[in-house]
């Protein structure tokens, strides 16, 4: 599992020439900018292919507001009951009938949970109050470790360096650069529009995978 420092200084050493752009005084020697550069990276890739997570909920009878995780970007299922529906008939006597469905609201200036219809006591009775579902998060990345799976951290570093290509065509630089890219180490050279423009080629083509 790799950390933000050790996948900023793999950032840095791949961009070559480039690492000069971003690394000047007064940090110099500094990863800061590196890091920012694959934050960006980061929120993009989350995007894309988020953090699957499992949540839980106790649930209580005719509740419907429940307590939302802060790193929850959108609900990806709520499965409360749904393979003990699937295998009874209608007419069966434990058959829980309409189960919540569950999505992201507000409540003044927080977010919640919202379950609707809300769960009955008898539907409770049947299917217990433990209550699980999967939601999308973003991907962590810092010096405790990260969630990014080891295949993809390559993907990350490439659209890394297309944010430092697009930073650097925004300030008009006509001058020609050279990088490594994230995923087969190649030199690429160009100037940074041009780079950027074939470095989120290959991110976009990559990410669909």
């Given amino acids: 599992m790799t950390t933000l420092s050790a996948l900023a200084q793999s950032l840095r050493a791949s961009m070559i020439g480039v690492a000069d752009e971003f690394d000047r005084e007064p940090e110099r020697g500094s990863l800061a900018q590196f890091q920012r ?7 993009d890739y989350s995007r894309r292919r988020p953090l699957i ?6 649930l209580e009878a005719e509740r419907v507001v429940y307590d939302c995780p802060a790193d929850l970007v959108a609900v990806q299922a709520f499965d409360w009951g749904r393979a003990d529906k699937a295998r009874l008939p ?4 434990g058959w829980p009938g309409r189960l919540p469905d569950m999505r ?3 409540d003044g200036d927080r977010r919640v949970l919202y379950l609707m219809p809300a769960p009955s006591a008898r539907q409770i009775g049947l299917l217990g109050s433990a209550a699980s579902y999967r939601y999308r ?4 990345l810092d010096e405790q470790g990260s969630t990014i799976p080891a295949g993809d951290e390559p ?3 490439l659209r890394a360096q297309a944010e430092a290509m697009r930073e650097l065509s925004i300030s008009n630089t006509i001058k020609p650069f050279q990088v490594r890219d994230g995923i087969s180490a190649t030199p690429r050279n160009g100037t940074p529009s041009y780079l950027h ?3 989120m080629e290959e991110f976009e083509r990559r990410i669909c995978q």
């Fill in 37 to 43: 550069l694959l934050q960006v990276a980061l929120d």
């Fill in 104 to 106: 992201v609201s507000r």
């Fill in 197 to 199: 423009t074939v470095l």
């Fill in 53 to 58: 997570v499992l949540g839980r909920l106790q």
């Fill in 137 to 140: 998060a973003r991907h962590t």
């Fill in 155 to 157: 993907l990350v570093l």
């Fill in 90 to 93: 209608v007419w069966a006597d």
